[in-house]
Protein backbone atom coordinates (compact mmCIF):
# COMPACT_ATOMS: atom_id res chain seq x y z
CA UNK A 1 0.00 0.00 0.00
CA UNK A 2 1.68 3.48 -0.89
CA UNK A 3 0.35 6.36 1.40
CA UNK A 4 -0.40 9.59 -0.45
CA UNK A 5 2.55 11.88 0.63
CA UNK A 6 0.54 14.40 2.43
CA UNK A 7 -0.84 11.43 4.59
CA UNK A 8 3.07 10.64 5.52
CA UNK A 9 3.26 14.06 6.36
CA UNK A 10 0.01 13.68 8.38
CA UNK A 11 0.94 10.43 9.84
CA UNK A 12 4.35 12.00 11.26
CA UNK A 13 2.41 15.44 12.51
CA UNK A 14 -0.09 12.68 14.47
CA UNK A 15 3.18 10.53 15.91
CA UNK A 16 4.88 14.15 16.79
CA UNK A 17 1.68 15.40 18.75
CA UNK A 18 1.91 12.06 20.49
CA UNK A 19 5.14 12.52 21.70
CA UNK A 20 4.40 15.96 22.64
CA UNK A 21 1.39 14.50 24.55
CA UNK A 22 3.45 11.97 26.15
CA UNK A 23 6.56 13.62 27.59
CA UNK A 24 3.88 16.88 29.22
CA UNK A 25 2.10 14.45 30.91
CA UNK A 26 5.27 12.89 32.26
CA UNK A 27 6.34 16.44 33.63
CA UNK A 28 3.05 17.03 35.14
CA UNK A 29 2.90 13.79 36.70
CA UNK A 30 6.65 13.76 38.23
CA UNK A 31 7.38 17.14 38.61
CA UNK A 32 3.63 18.69 39.21
CA UNK A 33 0.98 16.32 40.53
CA UNK A 34 3.41 14.93 42.58
CA UNK A 35 2.75 17.98 44.81
CA UNK A 36 -0.42 19.14 44.49
CA UNK A 37 -1.79 17.87 48.30
CA UNK A 38 -5.28 17.60 48.64
CA UNK A 39 -7.58 17.00 51.39
CA UNK A 40 -10.53 15.43 50.75
CA UNK A 41 -13.37 15.45 52.84
CA UNK A 42 -16.09 12.99 52.68
CA UNK A 43 -18.91 12.49 55.59
CA UNK A 44 -21.02 9.29 56.54
CA UNK A 45 -23.62 8.81 58.93
CA UNK A 46 -22.64 5.70 60.52
CA UNK A 47 -22.41 6.86 64.17
CA UNK A 48 -24.60 5.59 66.93
CA UNK A 49 -28.28 7.56 67.31
CA UNK A 50 -27.38 10.44 69.58
CA UNK A 51 -24.00 10.57 69.18
CA UNK A 52 -21.98 13.55 68.93
CA UNK A 53 -20.02 14.47 65.40
CA UNK A 54 -16.29 13.18 65.18
CA UNK A 55 -13.83 14.25 62.64
CA UNK A 56 -11.47 11.31 61.53
CA UNK A 57 -8.38 12.24 59.87
CA UNK A 58 -6.89 9.08 57.57
CA UNK A 59 -3.60 9.73 56.53
CA UNK A 60 -1.42 6.73 54.29
CA UNK A 61 1.59 6.19 52.01
CA UNK A 62 3.49 9.00 53.21
CA UNK A 63 7.18 7.52 51.72
CA UNK A 64 8.38 10.38 53.15
CA UNK A 65 12.02 11.44 52.53
CA UNK A 66 13.93 13.84 54.70
CA UNK A 67 14.14 16.32 52.21
CA UNK A 68 10.89 16.51 50.86
CA UNK A 69 9.62 20.03 52.41
CA UNK A 70 5.89 20.44 50.81
CA UNK A 71 5.20 17.07 52.08
CA UNK A 72 6.08 18.39 55.34
CA UNK A 73 4.32 21.14 55.01
CA UNK A 74 1.31 19.41 54.12
CA UNK A 75 1.95 17.48 57.45
CA UNK A 76 1.79 20.50 59.61
CA UNK A 77 -1.16 21.72 57.93
CA UNK A 78 -2.99 18.41 58.76
CA UNK A 79 -1.88 19.08 62.23
CA UNK A 80 -3.71 22.47 62.45
CA UNK A 81 -6.85 20.63 61.90
CA UNK A 82 -6.89 18.82 65.63
CA UNK A 83 -8.98 15.70 64.45
CA UNK A 84 -10.91 13.89 66.91
CA UNK A 85 -9.08 10.20 65.65
CA UNK A 86 -6.24 10.06 63.14
CA UNK A 87 -6.16 6.27 61.56
CA UNK A 88 -2.86 6.35 59.65
CA UNK A 89 -2.18 3.07 57.32
CA UNK A 90 1.03 2.49 56.83
CA UNK A 91 3.83 2.93 54.16
CA UNK A 92 5.40 5.99 56.15
CA UNK A 93 8.53 6.40 55.70
CA UNK A 94 10.88 5.78 52.10
CA UNK A 95 14.46 5.77 54.12
CA UNK A 96 15.55 4.63 57.60
CA UNK A 97 16.57 9.18 58.04
CA UNK A 98 12.87 10.02 57.43
CA UNK A 99 11.76 8.20 60.98
CA UNK A 100 12.67 11.03 63.24
CA UNK A 101 11.75 13.70 60.65
CA UNK A 102 8.60 12.31 60.34
CA UNK A 103 7.77 12.39 64.23
CA UNK A 104 8.77 15.83 64.11
CA UNK A 105 6.28 16.70 61.19
CA UNK A 106 3.91 14.11 62.46
CA UNK A 107 3.48 15.78 66.62
CA UNK A 108 0.37 17.76 66.34
CA UNK A 109 -1.14 15.33 64.79
CA UNK A 110 0.62 12.40 67.66
CA UNK A 111 -1.18 14.52 70.52
CA UNK A 112 -4.72 13.49 69.24
CA UNK A 113 -5.88 10.15 69.73
CA UNK A 114 -4.81 7.77 66.74
CA UNK A 115 -3.78 4.33 65.59
CA UNK A 116 -1.96 2.77 63.07
CA UNK A 117 -0.66 -0.33 60.82
CA UNK A 118 2.41 -0.13 58.95
CA UNK A 119 2.80 -1.12 55.10
CA UNK A 120 5.58 -2.98 53.68
CA UNK A 121 7.53 0.14 53.08
CA UNK A 122 7.68 0.70 56.68
CA UNK A 123 9.72 -2.26 57.22
CA UNK A 124 12.07 -2.61 53.57
CA UNK A 125 13.40 -0.34 51.58
CA UNK A 126 12.42 1.16 48.09
CA UNK A 127 14.29 -0.64 44.96
CA UNK A 128 13.94 0.15 41.78
CA UNK A 129 11.27 -2.02 40.22
CA UNK A 130 10.90 -2.66 36.94
CA UNK A 131 7.73 -0.62 35.31
CA UNK A 132 6.34 -3.04 33.17
CA UNK A 133 5.46 -4.97 36.45
CA UNK A 134 3.24 -1.73 37.54
CA UNK A 135 0.56 -3.68 34.93
CA UNK A 136 0.47 -6.84 36.72
CA UNK A 137 -3.43 -7.45 38.48
CA UNK A 138 -0.83 -7.75 41.91
CA UNK A 139 3.06 -6.96 41.31
CA UNK A 140 3.79 -8.43 44.60
CA UNK A 141 7.70 -7.27 45.29
CA UNK A 142 9.84 -10.24 44.55
CA UNK A 143 10.81 -12.22 47.64
CA UNK A 144 9.36 -9.73 49.53
CA UNK A 145 6.54 -12.37 51.24
CA UNK A 146 9.30 -14.74 52.53
CA UNK A 147 10.37 -14.56 55.82
CA UNK A 148 14.03 -12.25 55.90
CA UNK A 149 15.24 -9.33 58.01
CA UNK A 150 13.64 -5.76 57.81
CA UNK A 151 15.60 -3.06 56.08
CA UNK A 152 14.11 -0.49 57.85
CA UNK A 153 14.14 0.45 61.65
CA UNK A 154 10.16 -0.81 62.37
CA UNK A 155 10.58 -0.91 65.65
CA UNK A 156 11.74 2.33 66.70
CA UNK A 157 9.05 3.96 63.94
CA UNK A 158 6.53 1.99 65.28
CA UNK A 159 7.94 3.55 69.15
CA UNK A 160 8.03 7.03 67.96
CA UNK A 161 4.46 6.54 66.32
CA UNK A 162 2.76 5.40 69.91
CA UNK A 163 4.63 7.75 72.25
CA UNK A 164 2.06 9.78 72.67
CA UNK A 165 -0.16 7.07 72.70
CA UNK A 166 -1.54 6.21 69.10
CA UNK A 167 -2.20 2.24 69.40
CA UNK A 168 -0.40 0.05 67.21
CA UNK A 169 -3.05 -2.06 65.72
CA UNK A 170 -0.33 -4.64 64.34
CA UNK A 171 -2.49 -8.09 63.84
CA UNK A 172 -4.18 -6.69 67.42
CA UNK A 173 -7.12 -4.86 68.76
CA UNK A 174 -7.40 -1.49 70.83
CA UNK A 175 -10.17 0.19 72.49
CA UNK A 176 -9.66 4.89 72.59
CA UNK A 177 -12.81 6.38 74.18
CA UNK A 178 -13.68 9.67 72.74
CA UNK A 179 -16.07 10.86 75.51
CA UNK A 180 -19.56 9.73 74.46
CA UNK A 181 -18.44 7.24 72.22
CA UNK A 182 -15.69 4.13 72.53
CA UNK A 183 -13.80 3.53 69.25
CA UNK A 184 -13.13 -0.63 68.81
CA UNK A 185 -10.49 -1.27 66.61
CA UNK A 186 -8.97 -4.09 64.79
CA UNK A 187 -5.59 -4.48 62.71
CA UNK A 188 -3.69 -6.53 60.95
CA UNK A 189 0.26 -5.98 59.61
CA UNK A 190 0.56 -5.78 56.02
CA UNK A 191 -2.00 -7.80 53.87
CA UNK A 192 0.60 -7.82 50.88
CA UNK A 193 3.42 -9.40 52.49
CA UNK A 194 0.98 -12.18 53.99
CA UNK A 195 1.84 -10.40 57.33
CA UNK A 196 -1.48 -10.34 58.23
CA UNK A 197 -3.45 -12.06 61.14
CA UNK A 198 -6.83 -10.93 62.03
CA UNK A 199 -6.90 -10.75 65.71
CA UNK A 200 -9.36 -12.75 67.84
CA UNK A 201 -12.25 -12.04 69.21
CA UNK A 202 -12.30 -11.05 72.83
CA UNK A 203 -12.94 -14.83 74.84
CA UNK A 204 -15.70 -12.93 77.15
CA UNK A 205 -17.30 -10.00 74.96
CA UNK A 206 -16.54 -6.46 76.27
CA UNK A 207 -19.32 -4.92 77.83
CA UNK A 208 -20.83 -2.06 76.21
CA UNK A 209 -19.75 1.17 77.71
CA UNK A 210 -22.21 3.39 79.82
CA UNK A 211 -22.65 5.60 77.68
CA UNK A 212 -23.64 2.55 75.32
CA UNK A 213 -22.63 4.26 72.20
CA UNK A 214 -19.84 1.91 70.43
CA UNK A 215 -18.36 2.29 66.36
CA UNK A 216 -15.95 -0.40 65.33
CA UNK A 217 -13.40 -0.06 62.77
CA UNK A 218 -11.09 -2.66 60.18
CA UNK A 219 -7.87 -1.09 59.55
CA UNK A 220 -5.28 -2.27 57.18
CA UNK A 221 -2.87 -1.31 54.76
CA UNK A 222 -3.23 -3.32 51.83
CA UNK A 223 -7.26 -4.00 51.22
CA UNK A 224 -7.02 -7.50 50.04
CA UNK A 225 -10.34 -9.14 49.94
CA UNK A 226 -9.40 -11.48 52.20
CA UNK A 227 -9.28 -9.06 54.76
CA UNK A 228 -12.02 -7.05 53.83
CA UNK A 229 -14.16 -10.37 54.62
CA UNK A 230 -12.42 -10.97 57.99
CA UNK A 231 -13.20 -7.05 58.62
CA UNK A 232 -17.05 -7.56 58.08
CA UNK A 233 -17.53 -10.93 59.89
CA UNK A 234 -16.00 -8.69 62.79
CA UNK A 235 -18.60 -6.40 62.67
CA UNK A 236 -16.53 -3.29 61.42
CA UNK A 237 -18.87 -0.21 60.76
CA UNK A 238 -16.46 1.36 58.71
CA UNK A 239 -13.27 -0.15 57.18
CA UNK A 240 -9.94 1.73 56.39
CA UNK A 241 -7.16 0.92 54.07
CA UNK A 242 -4.00 2.38 51.80
CA UNK A 243 -2.01 0.84 49.81
CA UNK A 244 -2.99 1.74 46.25
CA UNK A 245 -2.38 4.98 45.91
CA UNK A 246 -5.33 5.34 44.02
CA UNK A 247 -3.78 3.34 41.25
CA UNK A 248 -1.37 6.32 40.82
CA UNK A 249 -1.70 6.97 37.45
CA UNK A 250 -5.58 7.38 36.23
CA UNK A 251 -6.98 7.46 32.58
CA UNK A 252 -9.84 10.31 31.76
CA UNK A 253 -12.83 7.93 31.90
CA UNK A 254 -11.08 4.94 33.01
CA UNK A 255 -9.72 5.28 36.15
CA UNK A 256 -6.99 3.42 38.08
CA UNK A 257 -5.52 0.99 35.93
CA UNK A 258 -4.32 -1.11 38.57
CA UNK A 259 -4.97 -1.23 42.49
CA UNK A 260 -1.65 -3.13 43.30
CA UNK A 261 -3.67 -6.03 45.54
CA UNK A 262 -6.67 -7.70 44.54
CA UNK A 263 -9.18 -5.21 45.19
CA UNK A 264 -11.64 -4.13 42.00
CA UNK A 265 -9.48 -1.35 40.08
CA UNK A 266 -13.45 0.50 40.87
CA UNK A 267 -12.07 0.74 44.43
CA UNK A 268 -9.05 2.18 44.00
CA UNK A 269 -9.51 5.24 46.33
CA UNK A 270 -12.05 6.99 48.03
CA UNK A 271 -15.24 5.96 49.80
CA UNK A 272 -16.81 2.16 48.30
CA UNK A 273 -18.45 -0.69 50.32
CA UNK A 274 -17.59 -4.51 50.65
CA UNK A 275 -20.32 -6.53 51.14
CA UNK A 276 -22.61 -3.60 52.49
CA UNK A 277 -19.82 -2.10 55.33
CA UNK A 278 -18.52 1.43 54.04
CA UNK A 279 -14.69 1.26 52.83
CA UNK A 280 -12.52 4.22 53.01
CA UNK A 281 -9.36 3.70 50.76
CA UNK A 282 -6.91 6.17 50.84
CA UNK A 283 -5.07 7.34 47.60
CA UNK A 284 -2.17 8.37 49.96
CA UNK A 285 0.38 11.38 50.15
CA UNK A 286 3.38 9.83 48.32
CA UNK A 287 4.83 7.41 46.17
CA UNK A 288 8.08 5.29 46.22
CA UNK A 289 11.14 7.45 45.09
CA UNK A 290 11.51 4.89 42.25
CA UNK A 291 8.31 5.96 40.94
CA UNK A 292 7.63 8.89 41.93
CA UNK A 293 4.56 10.07 39.78
CA UNK A 294 1.23 10.45 39.89
CA UNK A 295 -1.29 10.99 37.31
CA UNK A 296 -5.13 12.31 37.88
CA UNK A 297 -4.65 11.13 41.54
CA UNK A 298 -2.93 13.97 43.32
CA UNK A 299 -1.59 13.29 46.68
CA UNK A 300 -4.26 13.02 50.00
CA UNK A 301 -5.41 12.75 53.26
CA UNK A 302 -9.14 12.31 54.22
CA UNK A 303 -10.83 14.29 56.87
CA UNK A 304 -14.00 12.11 57.65
CA UNK A 305 -16.77 13.77 59.39
CA UNK A 306 -18.57 10.59 60.93
CA UNK A 307 -22.36 11.42 61.89
CA UNK A 308 -25.09 9.96 64.00
CA UNK A 309 -28.18 9.09 61.52
CA UNK A 310 -30.67 12.30 60.88
CA UNK A 311 -33.67 11.92 62.70
CA UNK A 312 -37.05 10.40 61.26
CA UNK A 313 -39.57 12.71 60.42
CA UNK A 314 -41.84 13.55 63.69
CA UNK A 315 -38.56 12.86 65.90
FE1 LIG B 1 2.45 3.01 49.44
Not at 16 to 23: D, R
Not at 70 to 94: C, Q, S, W
Not at 154 to 175: F, I, M, Q, V
Request: hydrophobic share 40%.
Amino acid sequence: MRLHPTAGRTLGAVGLLGLGAGAAAHVWARHIEIHRYTLRELELRILPPGTRTIRVLHISDIHLLPDQQRKLNFLEYLGMLRPHLVINTGDNIASAAAVPVLAEALEPLLQRPGAFVMGSNDMFEPAPKNPARYLLPDPRPEGMTAPKELTLPTGELARRLSEHGWKDLTNTRASIELGGLEVRLAGVDDPHLERDEMPAPAAVPPPLPAHGNVLRLGVAHAPYRRVLDSFVADDADLILAGHTHGGQLRLPGIGALVTNCDLPRQQARGLSTWQGVPLHVSAGMGASPYSNYRFLTPPEATLLTLRAPKPGPGK
